[in-house]
T-cell receptor, first 114, second 115 residues
Framework: DAGVTQSPTHLIKTRGQQVTLRCSPKSGHDTVSWYQQALGQGPQFIFQ???????QRGNFPDRFSGHQFPNYSSELNVNALLLGDSALYLC?????????????FGPGTRLTVL | AQKITQTQPGMFVQEKEAVTLDCTYDTSDQSYGLFWYKQPSSGEMIFLIYQGSYDEQNATEGRYSLNFQKARKSANLVISASQLGDSAMYFCAMRVRGGSEKLVFGKGTKLTVNP
């Protein structure tokens, strides 16, 4: 049973560039959530996708956008990168209408903005 | 708004001993879930244990147990028989049922297991 996968593992970009991160959910899951984890902090919720729609959004600017595909995989796009966007980006998948709806995380993508 | 507080930035424990990691939460909602995750240096968040707000029994998963005290709004993680591989960051998180779908995390506790 494949878990949550993310690509790429590491990424280095310069200020002003754009980046796309990818996530494939755990088998059987229909919901994908994205989190940003700055160094020394707990993860912060960016947004969640279900049925190809953004279901909820955290306190992040419009530079952060996403997409969910019919196979439930998801992308996170960040435009006009800032130094402060350097972080570990975690994708989590879950089954929305289950009793426990535990979110299972992928290994993350470590983004460095120079 | 929901908030998770983890007051122990770092904890040390001897191998084979038990350790308790503290977590307190704040919410006005009646239905919520509490989670503990382990994050090794590799970065992946590993789900450990879940406690629902209406669960009367404390959750257990192998060497992990959750000491849930609803009136005190605490959800401490107990790791029994610590192993060297338990050294990692540990995060407590909360999700309110039927409303916000997001997980709210604490700042984490770094656990070091000494041989």
């Amino acid at each position: 049973d494949a878990g949550v996968t993310q690509s790429p593992t590491h990424l280095i970009k310069t200020r002003g560039q754009q980046v796309t991160l990818r996530c494939s959910p755990k088998s059987g899951h229909d919901t994908v959530s994205w989190y940003q984890q700055a160094l020394g902090q707990g993860p912060q919720f960016i947004f969640q996708y279900y049925e190809e729609e953004e279901r909820q959004r955290g306190n992040f600017p419009d530079r952060f956008s996403g997409h969910q595909f019919p196979n439930y995989s998801s992308e996170l796009n960040v435009n006009a990168l800032l130094l402060g966007d350097s972080a570990l980006y975690l994708c989590a998948s879950s089954l929305l209408w289950s009793d426990q709806d535990t979110q299972y995380f992928g290994p993350g993508t470590r983004l460095t903005v120079l | 708004a929901q908030k998770i507080t983890q007051t122990q930035p770092g904890m040390f424990v001897q191998e084979k001993e038990a350790v308790t990691l503290d977590c307190t939460y704040d919410t006005s909602d009646q239905s919520y879930g509490l989670f503990w995750y382990k994050q090794p240096s590799s970065g992946e968040m590993i789900f450990l244990i879940y406690q629902g707000s209406y669960d009367e029994q404390n959750a257990t998963e192998g060497r992990y147990s959750l000491n849930f005290q609803k009136a005190r709004k605490s959800a401490n993680l107990v790791i029994s028989a610590s192993q060297l591989g338990d050294s990692a960051m540990y995060f407590c998180a909360m999700r309110v049922r039927g409303g916000s779908e997001k997980l709210v995390f604490g700042k984490g506790t770094k656990l070091t297991v000494n041989p």
